[in-house]
Structures are given as structure tokens and as C-alpha cells.
């Protein structure tokens, strides 16, 4: 059975930076999507970056230049680096699996598994 536990969430003031964690257990990253989203009240679903089965990262537009996937993620863990924080990066930061690795589902919002998320919050 799949497991995802999130952590690493906190509150940091504009331009710092976190990292957030997630623990998997049970699944195939040979073959499965990992990514992260996040949500924050009243607004809609974010994609922020997905890992596919052949190893390829995709970051939503606002992440592409502040966040990261470190290269050394631990095969059992993916880390989010998130760097040049601002306000409008709070939310809830979730981390979510597809089946289909290609992650093309995953990006229209259909996951398979889902964790319970950690709070990101930017203070300006």
C-alpha cells in the first residue's frame, strides 16, 4: 500500500527558504509519477513539479527559477528546495502519486495517492 507523509512546512519571511520532504513507502518510482502540488484557500490546485518514471523533471511556471529537485533525492524521499519565497507561495504543499508515468494525468489533477500535505507560509 502506498504511503506519502509530507514535512518540512513552516513559516518563513519573503526570500527565504524551505525544504519540504515526502516520504514514500510502496511505490514503484520505476514506473510511477511523484510530484508535488499545492493549494491554498479560495484558489485553485497548483501544479508545482512532477518527477516521471524515466527520471524527468517538469516545474509549473512560477517554479521554474526558485525551486528544485535536489539531484541527490533519496530514492525512498522527494525533497522540494524552494527558494526566493514570497507571500504568494503559501499554501498547502501537497505530495501526490500517478500510475501513469508519463505524468500526464498527474498535471490534469488526477492522482492515484495523495498525502496529507504541509503548510507553507510567507510573511512579507
Same mark, same amino acid.
Given at each position: 500500500?502506498?504511503?506519502?507523509?509530507? #514535512?518540512?512546512?513552516?513559516?518563513?519571511?519573503?526570500?527565504?527558504? *524551505?525544504?519540504?520532504?515526502?516520504?514514500? #513507502?510502496?511505490?514503484?518510482?520505476?514506473?510511477?509519477?511523484?510530484?508535488?502540488? %499545492?493549494?491554498?484557500?479560495? &484558489?485553485?490546485?497548483?501544479?508545482?513539479?512532477?518527477?516521471?518514471?524515466?527520471?524527468?523533471?517538469?516545474?509549473?511556471?512560477?517554479? &521554474?527559477?526558485?525551486?528544485?529537485?535536489? &539531484?541527490?533525492?533519496?530514492?525512498?524521499? *522527494?525533497?522540494?528546495?524552494?527558494?526566493?519565497?514570497?507571500?504568494?507561495?503559501?499554501?498547502?504543499?501537497?505530495?501526490?502519486?500517478?500510475?501513469?508515468? #508519463?505524468? #500526464?494525468?498527474?498535471? *490534469?489533477?488526477?492522482?492515484?495517492? %495523495?498525502? %496529507?500535505?504541509?503548510?507553507?507560509?510567507?510573511?512579507?
Amino acid at each position: 500500500q502506498v504511503q506519502l507523509v509530507e #514535512s518540512g512546512g513552516g513559516s518563513v519571511q519573503a526570500g527565504g527558504s *524551505l525544504t519540504l520532504s515526502c516520504a514514500a #513507502s510502496g511505490v514503484t518510482y520505476s514506473s510511477y509519477c511523484m510530484g508535488w502540488f %499545492r493549494q491554498a484557500p479560495g &484558489k485553485k490546485r497548483e501544479g508545482v513539479v512532477t518527477v516521471d518514471s524515466d527520471g524527468r523533471t517538469r516545474f509549473g511556471d512560477f517554479a &521554474k527559477d526558485r525551486f528544485t529537485i535536489p &539531484k541527490d533525492n533519496a530514492k525512498d524521499t *522527494l525533497y522540494l528546495e524552494m527558494n526566493s519565497l514570497k507571500p504568494e507561495d503559501t499554501a498547502m504543499y501537497y505530495c501526490a502519486v500517478q500510475e501513469d508515468g #508519463s505524468c #500526464s494525468p498527474w498535471w *490534469l489533477g488526477y492522482y492515484n495517492f %495523495r498525502g %496529507r500535505g504541509t503548510q507553507v507560509t510567507v510573511s512579507s
